[in-house]
């Protein structure tokens, strides 16, 4: 009832209204998302399978039949790729209904940006310097590599690289790196992190890119 609509009283008439799905699958050219789709009961999520069938869907929904108008598109943004998360580090999300991925026609991975890329956001988004983004952007790349190795439980994000360069001002290099990188991966990756820091993180050279 939330995504899809209810019937209800109106006026004292019972009428079924439409919601924000239905409301935007009828409307030309809508781009619909659906976030984070596996932290929902994947019972919940049934309803759509008729929606996103590829074939002239149409579907009866509160006793009405509803199709999809020209140009619409749903996407769905997941960080468990539909299969939910055995590691633990999505808590909360289940594996989705093979019956609704199945209706997605491409899966698509999406990894980190590169380095000249998310050096240029780190830019436009937190207004440091060019150089000392692409020193973050170092550092954090290497760590993404360990992590892919197994030797770091996950990897920083753009989100820590741009908390890091914030509290650097404020705090310093090496206190800003404990706060907003270190202090946000699992206790069993903390070892790991400070030889990293240690090999990779020239302080002086980060003070002066500050400037």
């Known amino acids: 009832e939330d995504f899809m609509g209810a019937t209800g009283l109106v006026n004292g008439e019972t009428q079924f209204t439409p919601k924000a799905f239905l409301m935007a699958y009828t409307h030309p050219g809508a781009l619909i998302l659906l976030d984070e789709p596996t932290t929902t009961d994947p019972g919940e999520l049934a309803a759509l399978n008729g929606t996103l069938e590829r074939c002239n869907p149409r579907v009866n929904i509160g006793g009405q039949v509803w199709t999809r108008a020209p140009g619409v ?22 594996v989705m209904n093979s019956a609704l991925a199945d209706r997605f026609g491409f899966i698509v991975p999406v990894t980190w940006l590169p380095a000249d890329q998310e050096s240029d956001a780190l830019v436009r988004l937190t207004g440091c310097t060019p150089t000392l983004a692409d020193l973050v952007v170092q550092v954090l790349n290497f760590c993404r590599s360990k992590a892919a190795t197994g030797d770091l439980v996950d990897a920083p994000s753009i989100r820590s690289a741009m908390a890091w360069i914030e509290a650097m001002p404020a705090m310093g290099v090496r206190e800003a790196w404990d706060i907003a990188v270190a202090a946000r991966q699992p206790a069993e990756s903390a070892v790991q992190l400070e030889a990293i820091y240690t090999a990779q993180v020239n302080s002086h050279a980060f003070e002066q890119a500050m400037q």
Request: charged share 20%.
């Open 73 to 94: 598109m749903v996407i769905a943004a997941d960080n468990t790729m539909t299969n939910g998360d055995a590691s633990g580090r999505y808590a909360g999300t289940r």
